[in-house]
């Protein structure tokens, strides 16, 4: 994969624009680990080249950044939060500004001008992120870290009463930390999709918060 990346040389040009790449990669192949067990983190069903649309994002971006029309990539569902900040990532390296999840988040919503992409930033920064990022540095696997912060997703923001009852009870026992914790949300899961109540954007969410976790917070409002 990384060798891919590389030989892409008219747009890749720096370590700093690979490595946001790379990154961004990572971030979906951990979701798609936790897609084979977890029903509420809905699989893909767009066929799409991923990294090709990453990198055309990263370009937009560059292009943004000084001042160039463009039209923007028509991104897939699934790759819409995560495409935005590329592109914000692009246009900040362009512009040798600080990579930081804040500024990269708020940029992302100008560009994307979407309210809804504005509330799922808002998930992202002030539930998922916070979670992810102690528990990574409290030395948790990235896997295990991922799933709590799915709790508290869930636990804060789900639109059904009873998910967010149910979450928040697995919370206050540890979550998938707790004693039996994984069995506890698999049991979950099961219950969530026989009452059919779903989160489409959860695989956005944690997508997005594994990206941005490799960057510091940074200040709330960019310059």
Not at 13 to 33: C, F, G, K, P
Not at 41 to 56: A, P
Not at 119 to 124: A, M, P
Not at 195 to 201: A, C, D, G, L
């Amino acid at each position: 994969m990384e060798e891919t990346v590389l030989l892409d040389i008219q747009r890749i040009q720096t370590s700093e624009q690979n490595n946001i790449i790379l990154r961004s990669i990572r971030a979906i192949d951990l979701v798609n680990h936790l897609t084979p067990a977890l029903g509420i983190i809905e699989s893909l069903s767009e066929q799409y080249n991923v990294q090709k649309i990453l990198v055309t994002c990263l370009y937009a971006g560059q292009q943004l950044a000084m001042d160039r029309r463009i039209v923007l990539p028509l991104l897939p569902e699934s790759l819409y939060l995560l495409g935005g900040v590329v592109m914000a990532a692009g246009k900040a390296v362009e512009k040798r500004e600080t990579l930081t999840h804040n500024r990269l988040c708020e940029e992302a919503g100008k560009l994307l001008k979407d309210d809804a992409a504005w509330e799922s930033f808002d998930v992202i920064r002030s539930i998922a992120l916070p979670v992810y990022r102690r528990l990574v540095k409290e030395q948790r696997t990235h896997v295990a870290s991922l799933l709590q912060a799915l709790l508290h997703i869930l636990a804060w923001r789900s639109e059904s009463a009873w998910a967010r009852d149910q979450a928040q009870r697995m919370l206050w026992a540890g979550g998938v930390f707790g004693r039996g914790g994984i069995d506890s949300l698999i049991a979950f899961d099961h219950a969530l999709a026989e009452k059919e109540i779903t989160f489409p954007s959860l695989r956005e969410l944690l997508t997005v918060t594994a990206f941005l976790a490799h960057f510091p917070a940074g200040p709330v409002f960019s310059d």
